[in-house]
């Protein structure tokens, strides 16, 4: 069941659940996320592509194998696509496993309030909030605004969490 959205769904986003028909949205929402990193590679653009088809597809088979039961949500706004998010929801915490948003829709405030919204739902069933993500990742500064703390270092990845007591 999709978290119930307040202050993303004053901003006009809501959610649903992935149909196979996302697959092409979801490449391309994959693909945008990774295209600064790969611009600096100097691979020709049908490599890159290649590349970043491949990568995609490993990430949706890790996920689902990692994750057979979490809730996969496509993002909306006004109807139309514009982001992933990835649930995994366990007895004393919620996993974000992923959240995207198209390039658009980054830096206007939709990412933060979604979080707040998983938070709010999670504070009430008093669960923690859990993610991973990469340590230069300019989102790891909005987690950590949003009350995060960091409680594990993984080589390239740090693992974050918010409690719903607001503790560290």
Wanted: glycine share 8%.
């Amino acid at each position: 069941m999709p978290p119930p959205l307040r202050p993303a769904a004053a901003l006009a986003i809501s959610c649903r659940a992935e149909a196979d028909e996302d697959g092409p949205f979801l490449e391309a929402l994959y693909a945008s996320t990774r295209s600064g990193e790969l611009a600096m590679t100097g691979w020709p653009e049908v490599q890159q592509r290649a590349f970043l088809t491949q990568q995609y597809q490993a990430q949706h088979a890790y996920y689902r194998t990692q994750y057979p039961d979490a809730e996969w949500l496509i993002l909306e706004r006004d109807g139309e696509p514009i982001g992933r998010l990835y649930l995994a929801d366990g007895p004393t915490a919620l996993r974000i496993i992923d959240v995207s948003l198209v390039p658009l829709a980054r830096g206007q405030g939709t990412g933060a309030a979604i979080v707040a919204d998983l938070i709010e739902a999670a504070a009430a069933a008093q669960k923690r909030v859990s993610l991973q993500v990469e340590k230069h990742n300019p989102a790891r500064r909005l987690y950590e605004r949003l009350g995060f703390a960091a409680r594990a270092d993984h080589g390239i990845y740090v693992e974050l969490e918010c409690r719903p007591d607001g503790a560290a």
